[in-house]
């Protein structure tokens, strides 16, 4: 590869960033391919994901955006996000409707526009070559293929990350408020992001660039109150709060390995810190993705609210730039058209599995119901976190019922779920099921889920017990990410 030199550098918090050789190409027209390299990739993997079915939160997103607005922020300030997602949603399933490839395809997009988007940011801060290979980053990128098809705001959160940078790279601060504003919209992490940039912008004395990040905070307001709500009375305690080793989960998701960082993680990692030995202005774009991430991780661990590693979507961007950052120094051409092969070629793999792995066994589910119920018979999910994926996959004259609450099941409430899921009973439900229900009881359960102990599995050895006779017609897999087994009760084999 030729050696060319950092270009178009621009005015900002990286103003100092030596001028140090490269090694990946900086030919005028790779912009354009990577872009339409990442469209390609991205209309592929949903093409692979099509069949793998929508899981619960997505299947949930998908319930409430097909609300009416006003219905919709209701059922918002029950769900614990914030709206400007949902809304986008909204008006995207009354153009492409709701099939499981029309929903995830929006995120497809926000996707695939991130990498132009962060490549031009880039550009401006450190740039062409390390643009390009930070493209080359992104556009491989396992977490870009997870949640380019996934119909959850993530993909969206990277979009506004890369569209930010680039406004505050070209002193856009008009635009820069709004999408920061937009940022706090779509994801609270949003604020573990933009609370260390205000305070970087005015240590740096750049007072209209903090002004113009904390700005977005106005769009935020109106959103307070059902925010406050939120977080008195939501805050997922469908998992544990970040722990020590939030760092490594969070690298685990970059590279896609469902809990384990893996060899492609390690191989990030390592460009990372290659990165941060290379300038000034990489270890503070290495401060920049650390800071967000530790502080989430602390309010986490203080509130008990919980973390995913899809959190992390915060940092994805500046991350990944600080990868391609050390990709371009990484000796050799001969050792860097090595590492780039494994990258790209361990990327695109891993991206395959994550995307083509099944999310929910909420199509086999739906098949076995519809293949055995009959007017009369009643469905229950046990926890009703399995009610969203389902349902949607329901015809509407089947009767369905969620534990504990007794709704319908198509939209989880998360108000106060721990304290009601404590006090209800898995066997005065079945009971209940059994006294009201002349046809047959049929049952989606899962044993595990936090906050229910053992409730499901108890709701299921009542049922045995007044209904003898059971049949097992779907067995819950674990390769599964949601996994469920489904029971058949008949009917007239009641004994009470």
């Known amino acids: 590869m030729n050696a060319s030199a950092l270009d178009e550098r621009t005015a900002g918090f990286y103003d100092d960033a030596p001028v140090v050789p490269v090694r990946v190409a900086a030919r005028p027209d790779a912009d354009r391919r990577l872009a339409v390299a990442a469209v390609v990739g991205l209309a592929g993997a949903l093409a692979l994901a099509h069949g793998t079915g929508l899981w619960?939160?997505?299947a949930q997103s998908v319930a409430i955006a097909r609300l009416p607005v006003g219905d919709l922020l209701t059922a918002l300030r029950h769900d614990g996000a914030p709206p400007l997602y949902y809304l986008l949603l909204h008006g995207w399933t009354r153009l492409f409707g709701t099939g499981d490839t029309a929903v995830r395809a929006m995120s497809a997009v926000f996707a695939a526009a991130t990498v132009p988007t962060a490549m031009a940011a880039a550009r401006r801060t450190f740039g062409r070559a390390t643009s390009l290979?930070?493209?080359?980053v992104l556009a491989t990128l396992p977490f870009l293929y997870r949640y380019g098809t996934e119909a959850r705001m993530y993909s969206l959160v990277l979009l506004l990350v890369a569209a930010g940078w680039w406004l505050a790279a070209?002193?856009?601060l008009i635009p820069l408020a709004v999408v920061s504003g937009l940022l706090l919209l779509t994801h609270y992490?949003?604020?573990f992001l933009l609370a260390p940039a205000v305070v970087l912008a005015a240590w740096r004395r750049g007072w209209a660039l903090a002004a113009a990040l904390a700005a977005g905070g106005l769009l935020f307001v109106p959103w307070l109150p059902a925010f406050a709500y939120q977080a008195a009375h939501t805050g997922a305690p469908w998992a544990r709060p970040a722990r020590i080793d939030g760092f490594d989960a969070a690298l685990s998701g970059f590279s896609g390995g469902a809990g384990r960082v893996g060899v492609l993680g390690l191989l990030y990692f390592a460009l990372a810190v290659l990165a941060v030995r290379t300038s000034g202005a990489a270890?503070?774009?290495?401060?920049?993705?650390?800071?967000?991430?530790?502080?989430?991780f602390a309010v986490s661990a203080v509130s008990g609210a919980a973390f995913a590693e899809r959190y992390a979507a915060i940092v994805v961007v500046p991350f990944a730039v600080l990868v391609g950052i050390g990709l371009a120094h990484v000796g050799t051409e001969r050792s860097t058209r090595i590492v780039v092969a494994l990258m790209v070629g361990g990327g695109l793999l891993q991206g395959a599995w994550v995307v083509h792995r099944?999310?929910?066994?909420?199509?086999e589910l739906a098949a076995s119901i519809k293949a055995v119920a009959h007017p009369g018979d009643r469905v229950v999910f046990c926890p009703d976190q399995l009610g969203p994926a389902v349902m949607r996959l329901l015809p509407a004259g089947i009767v369905t019922l969620a534990y504990p609450a007794g709704d319908r099941g198509d939209i989880v409430d998360w108000v106060d779920y721990?304290?009601?899921?404590?006090?209800?009973?898995g066997a005065a439900f079945a009971r209940r099921m059994d006294a009201e229900t002349e046809g047959a009881v049929l049952v989606v359960a899962s044993p595990g889920y936090r906050t229910f102990g053992r409730s499901c599995t108890v709701l299921v050895e009542e049922l045995r017990r007044l209904r003898p006779g059971d049949q097992r017609l779907v067995r819950l897999d674990r390769s599964s990410y949601e996994h469920a087994s489904l029971w058949r009760f008949r009917a007239g084999a009641r004994t009470s």
């Open 56 to 58: 619960l939160d997505e």
């Open 133 to 136: 290979a930070a493209g080359l």
């Open 170 to 172: 070209t002193r856009r």
């Open 189 to 191: 992490w949003g604020f």
């Open 283 to 296: 270890r503070r774009l290495a401060w920049a993705t650390a800071v967000p991430l530790a502080l989430g």
């Open 358 to 363: 099944q999310r929910t066994q909420a199509p």
């Open 418 to 425: 721990a304290d009601r899921n404590k006090a209800a009973s």
